[in-house]
C-alpha cells in the first residue's frame, strides 16, 4: 500500500479554515435566531393563523425584515464549509459523499429560500392585511397560507430540513467507518440526526391533521444539530484529519509498510543484485 502523504500546510490551512467557518455559521445563525424567537416568538408563531401572524409581521416593523435576513444568510454560510469538506476529509472522490455533499447544499438553498420569504414576500402580505377590509383580508390570509407552506412548510422546513439530516448521517456514518474523525462525533451525528428527524413531525401535522407530534423534537432535534455542526467545526479547528489509505484525508502521518510491500522491496533488491 502506498504511504499517505504527509501533511502540508495548505491543507492544514483548508481544515481549520473550514472547521472555523462550521463554528461561525453555527454561532452566528444561534444568535440571530435567539433575536428573532425573543422579538418574534419564533418559530411557535409558525403555527399560528394569519390573523395573528400578519399583523405581528407588521409591527415589527424594518427591524423584524433585517432580523430575517440576517437569520438568513448566516444560516447560507454553512454552505462553505460543507462544500470543503470532502476535501478536507481526503474524500473528493468518494461517491456517496460527493451524492450527499450535493443533497447538502441544496438543504441549505432551500432552507435560504424559506427564510428570505420573509424579507422578499411577507412585508407586503401584512401591510395589505393591516390596512385592508374584511374581503382584503380574507385574500391576503389565503394568499399567506399558499405561500406558507409551500415556501414554509414544504420548501424550508420539510426538504430543507429532511436534506440537512441526510447530509449529517452519511457524513456521521463516514467518520465512524473509516475514523478520519473522533468516533464519537460520528455517533453525536446519527443521534443529532434522528432527533431532527423526529421534529418533522410538527411539520407534517400542518398538512395530515392528527399526525403524531413529539413536541421536544423540535427543540432538541434543532438545537442538537446545531451543537454537532459546531462540534464538528471545532473537531476540525484542533486536531488532524486521520487518514486510513493514500487521498483518504489530509493532515495525515505517513503509514507505515505492509507485510507485502516489504517482502516486494527485498524481491526487487534481490534482482537488482541478480542483474
Same mark, same amino acid.
Given at each position: ?37 425573543? %422579538? ?60 450527499? %455533499? ?132 471545532? %473537531? ?40
Amino acid at each position: 500500500m502506498d504511504a499517505i502523504p504527509a501533511p502540508t500546510p495548505h491543507s492544514a490551512v483548508l481544515r481549520r479554515t473550514t472547521g472555523v467557518l462550521f463554528v461561525t455559521g453555527a454561532l452566528a445563525f444561534a444568535t440571530a435566531a435567539t433575536v428573532l424567537s425573543s %422579538t418574534f416568538d419564533w418559530p411557535d408563531i409558525l403555527r399560528e393563523p394569519a390573523e395573528v401572524v400578519l399583523p405581528a409581521f407588521a409591527a415589527g416593523g424594518q427591524a423584524l425584515v433585517w432580523t430575517w435576513f440576517a437569520t438568513a444568510w448566516t444560516y447560507a454560510i454553512l454552505a462553505v464549509p460543507l462544500l470543503l469538506l470532502p476535501a478536507v476529509l481526503g474524500r473528493t472522490g468518494d461517491p456517496v459523499l460527493k451524492a450527499a %455533499t450535493s443533497i447538502g447544499a441544496a438543504s441549505v438553498l432551500l432552507s435560504l429560500i424559506g427564510f428570505l420569504r420573509w424579507v422578499f414576500v411577507m412585508p407586503a402580505l401584512a401591510d395589505s392585511y393591516v390596512a385592508g377590509d374584511a374581503a382584503t383580508q380574507a385574500a391576503v390570509g389565503a394568499a399567506w397560507m399558499a405561500q406558507h407552506q409551500f415556501g414554509g412548510a414544504l420548501l424550508g422546513e420539510h426538504l430543507g430540513q429532511v436534506l440537512a439530516v441526510a447530509w449529517s448521517v452519511v457524513v456521521s456514518v463516514i467518520i465512524m467507518r473509516t475514523r478520519v474523525l473522533p468516533r464519537w462525533l460520528g455517533a453525536l451525528g446519527l443521534v443529532a440526526g434522528l432527533l431532527y428527524l423526529l421534529s418533522q413531525g410538527e411539520v407534517l401535522a400542518t398538512a395530515v391533521p392528527g399526525f403524531p407530534i413529539w413536541e421536544p423534537a423540535g427543540v432538541l432535534g434543532s438545537s442538537g444539530w446545531g451543537l454537532w455542526v459546531a462540534a464538528l467545526g471545532v %473537531t476540525l479547528v484542533v486536531r488532524p484529519v486521520v487518514g486510513r489509505s493514500r487521498g483518504d484525508a489530509f493532515d495525515s502521518a505517513p503509514a507505515p509498510a505492509t507485510d507485502s510491500s516489504a517482502l516486494t522491496a527485498v524481491a526487487r533488491t534481490g534482482s537488482e543484485g541478480a542483474e
